[in-house]
Each structure stands twice: as structure tokens, then as C-alpha cells.
């Protein structure tokens, strides 16, 4: 008994732990000198660019904003207002009753998914609080961060979210052809995108381009299927270049923001969601009209996700797209164990709830409570934060195939079955969403990381296996 209350407490804990929050430690650890403007001026310019980098990557308002507080009370300017909406973050300090405020403003005018840049600024963050880091020092650290080159050359990444739709067509049923089509399609949509980034058209057009090219190749094969040859069921490409489409979307960052407590910042990014979700609508419509009046067979709607592979390689697919993902993100290796081990948890979670008869959208929120559970978890381990790993490990069951039927079935005059499962897409990336926060909170109570030991007022790093060492050593001298 005394030993289960034991593994109850190491468990659990008496503290709050904090997961994508840094640890606690003295305020401030070096105060500046509040009547100076120039020094007061340099701590929220630092404040508010970290906070860029986080809202860029798609974190929620709340969690951007408690970062960007965290920075300016290090250097003693605890009483602060911090305004983060879609785009901008506002950031206004109290210096006292003699002094007047100090307030800035920062434009995000980018969305960059470079979780190494990420993962970089969130262990800066704890070194400025642990190691009293100058207001200039720390500038200039995160100079270096922002400016640095990405870890991988481009054509990894290209070659990353071609592997990545692979995974998700055999994911989905499909066997080596789909997953060769599926991968030769994804790398065609990738590099024309970037064509279209540098030249300065719209992302709204960017995902047209992407949906009209993820359908033509999958119609294509389908109508001349029997003059080579071939067996193939176009929806999983086709749902697999809307997955990877998809992805790069901040769903989970819109609804987060929805649940937390900052419905503008919420409204704005989930309007964004659903524009360039009509754009890869958009594309693919525009695609199968094409290719239906040139001649070719529309692909039917009754498609469902074969039982042909067994449920190890369904495991293995989804744990490869989430790993994928995170790659063609730039995610640092250490980054990429945790997102594999994410999405394997994922696709098991939903396998077996679909195998119980549980519906879709259910088992999707199941499955995205366990990723953000276990994302947290082995984010602490990785020393990486937990958005890189939950949205790699709900990358795999974003609602391609949903978006799909329900398309091509408007297309097809058949409205009910066509808003069923646009409705039903909506469902599952609401789902989803919705579990990753749970799962993230269920995290965050849990005890803090076993890596970090408490002295005094500050935690350092102790190595559980040096201090075996220690005490083994100890007790042979003793005796």
C-alpha cells in the first residue's frame, strides 16, 4: 500500500508542472532600471519578438501571451498588459506612479511551421531566466535564432512531405502504387507552391493550385486503369494531397484559442482555416469539372478505406506521416522520436476505436487526447515543446477523405450526403483540436519533468543515473 501511494505522489505530484511554460524561478532574477527608457524599451522589443516567433508557429493567444509577460517580469517589469490577437501583440508596462508607462507593438506578418526555430527560442527563454541574461545578450541571441538557415536543405523537406502523403494514402488503405502516386503528386504540388510563394501570389491561390494538382493524376489513372493495366482508388491520393494540404493549417491553434479564452484571435485564424480549406476545395473541384468534361470517369463516392493491411501497418503508417511531417517542418531530431511515437499512438487510438464501432469524430477526439497527453509527456523528455509533437501526431487524421465525399457529392447534385460530410470534416478537425487541448492540460497537471530537480527556489538539472552513482559510491565507502 505504502509503495501504490508512493507511485501516486511521484505521479502526481503536490506542483503544478509546467510543459510548454518554463519552470519557476526568482522574479527578477536581474532587475533593470526602470527610469531608463532605453533599457525599459530594449526588454519589451525582446519580449514581443519572442512572442512573434511563437505566434508564428501557430501557438495559442494565451500561451503566447504568458511568454511574453514571463520575459518582461524576468527584468522586473511584472506589471504588464499583454494583448495578442491574430496578427499583432501589444505589449504595455506599468513602471509606477511617477513614471509613464512603456508600451510596443509588434506586427506578425508571416506564418512559419520551423519547430527548430521554435524549440531554439523556448530554450532561450529558460536561459534568460536561469542564468540572468543581459537585455542586449539575450537580443542578440535571438537575432542569431530568427536569422539562422533552416537545418535541411529543401529538397529534404520536398522530399519529407512526398513521404509524408505516402504514408497517409497507405494509412488509408492504399497499397505501393497509390503510395508511389500519392508521394510523385505530393512533390509536384510542393514545388509548384513554392514557384507561386516567391512570385507573391495569395496562399488562398497557393492551395487552389495544390487541390488541382492533388486531383488531376488520381483522375487521370482511374479513367485509363484498365488500358494499363492497373487497380486504383483515387480518393486516398486525392484525400493524401489534402491531408498534406491541410496540415499546414492552424486548426488546432484556432480552436485552442476558442476553448482558452480569446475568441477574436480564435474568429480570425478559423476564418483562415476555412478560406484555404475552399481553396483546396476549390482545386479539386475545379480539377475532376476538367477532367470530366475532356472525358475522363469522375471517381465514385462510395469509397471506403480498405481492411486489406493489418492494423501493425496502419500503426506504422501513421507514426511515419507524423515523423514526416515534423521533418518537412524542420523539427530537430530529437523533435522527430517524440513525433513518431505521437502518431503511432494516434492511428492505434483510432484504430481500435473503429474497430469498437465508435464513431469518427469520437475517436478522433479520443486519439487526439492521447497525442496531446503523450506529447507533453515526451516533449519534456526531448526537450522540445509539445506543438511540435500534438500537431505531428494529429497530421495523419485530418478529415481528407471526409472533404473528399463530401465534395465530389456536391458535385454530384447529391446535397445531403455532400453537407453530411463537409459537416462531418468539421466535426473531426474540431475533434481533434479540442482533444490535443485536453490532453495538454491532463499533461500539464501531472508532476514536473524527473530531469529537473527542485533547489531552493531554483530548479537545475540532476541526472538521475549520476545520482545513483553517487549514493552507490557512497554507501561502499561507508561500508
Known amino acids: 500500500m505504502a509503495k501504490l501511494t508512493e507511485s501516486l505522489q511521484r505521479l502526481t505530484g503536490d506542483r503544478r508542472a509546467t510543459v510548454d511554460a518554463v519552470t519557476a524561478a526568482p522574479t527578477p532574477l536581474q532587475p533593470i532600471d526602470l527610469t531608463d527608457d532605453a533599457v525599459v524599451a530594449e526588454v519589451l522589443d525582446l519580449a514581443v519578438r519572442v512572442g512573434e516567433v511563437l505566434l508564428a508557429s501557430g501557438t495559442g493567444a494565451m500561451d503566447t501571451a504568458e511568454q511574453v509577460?514571463?520575459?518582461?517580469?524576468?527584468?522586473?517589469?511584472?506589471?504588464?498588459?499583454?494583448?495578442?490577437?491574430?496578427?499583432?501583440?501589444?505589449?504595455?508596462?506599468?513602471?509606477g506612479p511617477t513614471l509613464p508607462p512603456a508600451s510596443?507593438?509588434?506586427?506578425?506578418?508571416?506564418?512559419?511551421?520551423?519547430?527548430t526555430r521554435l524549440a531554439a527560442v523556448d530554450r532561450l527563454t529558460r536561459r534568460i531566466r536561469r542564468e540572468a541574461v543581459t537585455p542586449s545578450e539575450a537580443h542578440e541571441a535571438l537575432t542569431a535564432v530568427t536569422t539562422a538557415p533552416h537545418p535541411y536543405n529543401r529538397w529534404i523537406a520536398t522530399l519529407a512531405w512526398a513521404s509524408m502523403a505516402a504514408s497517409v494514402s497507405v494509412l488509408m488503405g492504399g497499397g505501393v502504387l497509390v503510395a508511389s502516386v500519392?508521394?510523385?503528386?505530393?512533390?509536384?504540388?510542393?514545388?509548384?507552391?513554392?514557384?507561386?510563394?516567391?512570385?507573391?501570389?495569395?496562399?488562398?491561390?497557393?492551395?487552389?493550385?495544390?487541390?488541382?494538382?492533388?486531383?488531376?493524376?488520381?483522375?487521370?489513372?482511374?479513367?485509363?486503369?484498365?488500358?494499363?493495366?492497373?487497380?486504383?482508388?483515387?480518393?486516398?491520393?486525392?484525400?493524401?494531397?489534402?491531408?498534406?494540404?491541410?496540415s499546414g493549417?492552424?486548426?488546432?491553434?484556432?480552436?485552442?484559442?476558442?476553448?482558452?479564452?480569446?475568441?477574436?484571435?480564435a474568429a480570425?485564424?478559423?476564418?483562415?482555416?476555412?478560406?484555404?480549406?475552399?481553396?483546396?476545395?476549390?482545386?479539386?473541384?475545379?480539377?475532376?469539372?476538367?477532367t470530366g468534361v475532356l472525358g475522363s470517369?469522375?471517381?465514385?463516392?462510395?469509397?471506403?478505406?480498405?481492411?486489406?493491411?493489418?492494423?501493425?501497418?496502419?500503426?506504422?503508417?501513421?507514426?511515419?506521416?507524423?515523423?514526416?511531417?515534423?521533418?518537412?517542418?524542420?523539427?530537430?531530431?530529437?523533435?522527430?522520436?517524440?513525433?513518431?511515437?505521437?502518431?503511432?499512438?494516434?492511428?492505434?487510438?483510432?484504430?481500435?476505436?473503429?474497430?469498437?464501432?465508435?464513431?469518427?469524430?469520437?475517436?478522433?477526439?479520443?486519439?487526439a487526447t492521447v497525442v496531446g497527453f503523450a506529447g507533453g509527456l515526451m516533449a519534456r523528455r526531448a526537450l522540445t515543446p509539445p506543438l511540435v509533437v500534438v500537431v505531428a501526431g494529429i497530421t495523419p487524421l485530418l478529415p481528407g477523405l471526409s472533404l473528399y465525399r463530401g465534395l465530389y457529392a456536391l458535385l454530384n447534385n447529391e446535397v445531403v450526403i455532400g453537407l453530411s460530410s463537409l459537416l462531418a470534416a468539421f466535426g473531426i478537425g474540431c475533434a481533434l483540436a479540442a482533444g490535443v487541448t485536453l490532453g495538454e492540460w491532463i499533461a500539464r497537471t501531472l508532476r514536473r519533468p524527473r530531469i529537473l530537480r527542485r533547489t531552493d527556489d531554483i530548479r537545475r538539472p540532476v541526472f538521475k543515473t549520476r545520482r545513483r552513482?553517487?549514493?552507490e559510491t557512497h554507501t561502499q565507502k561507508a561500508a
Open 268 to 290: 480570425a485564424r478559423f476564418f483562415e482555416v476555412v478560406m484555404m480549406t475552399g481553396g483546396i476545395i476549390a482545386g479539386v473541384a475545379i480539377s475532376l469539372r476538367l
Open 469 to 471: 552513482k553517487a549514493v
Open 69 to 95: 509577460q514571463f520575459i518582461a517580469a524576468t527584468y522586473g517589469l511584472a506589471q504588464c498588459d499583454v494583448d495578442v490577437t491574430y496578427n499583432s501583440i501589444v505589449l504595455s508596462a506599468y513602471r
Open 182 to 246: 500519392a508521394f510523385l503528386t505530393t512533390m509536384v504540388i510542393y514545388r509548384v507552391n513554392r514557384v507561386l510563394n516567391r512570385i507573391g501570389l495569395p496562399f488562398f491561390f497557393q492551395q487552389v493550385a495544390g487541390g488541382l494538382v492533388a486531383a488531376t493524376p488520381a483522375a487521370t489513372l482511374y479513367t485509363f486503369q484498365d488500358q494499363l493495366g492497373v487497380e486504383i482508388r483515387p480518393s486516398q491520393i486525392i484525400s493524401a494531397g489534402v491531408v498534406v494540404l491541410l
Open 249 to 265: 493549417l492552424s486548426l488546432v491553434g484556432s480552436v485552442q484559442d476558442a476553448i482558452t479564452g480569446a475568441p477574436i484571435t
Open 297 to 367: 470517369t469522375l471517381p465514385p463516392v462510395n469509397v471506403e478505406i480498405t481492411e486489406l493491411v493489418q492494423l501493425p501497418v496502419l500503426v506504422m503508417s501513421g507514426a511515419f506521416a507524423s515523423m514526416f511531417y515534423a521533418l518537412a517542418c524542420y523539427a530537430e531530431q530529437r523533435a522527430l522520436t517524440a513525433a513518431w511515437f505521437g502518431g503511432a499512438a494516434g492511428a492505434l487510438v483510432y484504430m481500435v476505436a473503429h474497430q469498437f464501432g465508435i464513431g469518427p469524430i469520437i475517436g478522433s477526439a479520443l486519439a
Open 104 to 115: 510596443t507593438m509588434r506586427i506578425v506578418h508571416y506564418r512559419s511551421m520551423d519547430f
